[in-house]
Nanobody, 126 residues
Framework: QVQLMESGGGLVQPGGSLRLSCAAS??????????MGWYRQAPGKPRDLVAS???????TYADSVKGRFTISRDNAKNTVYLQMNSLKPEDTAVYFC??????????????????WGRGTQVTVSS
């Protein structure tokens, strides 16, 4: 019913850049998405918040990425982006997209909830 399609991951050298995209789609028209964000999970570690952006454009960042990453969203496209600059090896992880309070028009009524993408691998290595 709801799908978050992530793209843009890959292999990059330290100091390089990547731009992640996550486009939300549903079986009916998406009506609204409250918060969209990016999380990451390295092997053997918990999934942590990287950055988030609300419908009100309020943003949050993990301390480890402040000044290097920028999150943005395009509501017309139901898409969230993560521009990652000055990448470090410790940024290596699977990056997951999340949509919080996504509501869409179902066949008979409005439906919604919180949804996760499948994740995209980001590897920073020389």
């Amino acid at each position: 019913q709801v799908q978050l399609m992530e793209s843009g991951g890959g292999l990059v050298q330290p100091g390089g850049s990547l731009r992640l995209s996550c486009a939300a789609s549903a079986s009916g028209t998406i009506l609204s998405i409250n918060v969209m964000g990016w999380y990451r999970q390295a092997p053997g570690k918990p999934r942590d918040l990287v950055a988030s952006i609300g419908r009100d454009e309020i943003t949050t960042y993990a301390d480890s990425v402040k000044g290097r990453f920028t999150i943005s969203r395009d509501n017309a496209k139901n898409t969230v982006y993560l521009q990652m600059n000055s990448l470090k090896p410790e940024d290596t992880a699977v990056y997951f997209c999340k949509a919080d309070r996504l509501y869409y028009q179902g066949t008979y009524s409005q439906r919604g909830g919180d949804y996760w993408g499948r994740g995209t691998q980001v590897t920073v290595s020389s």
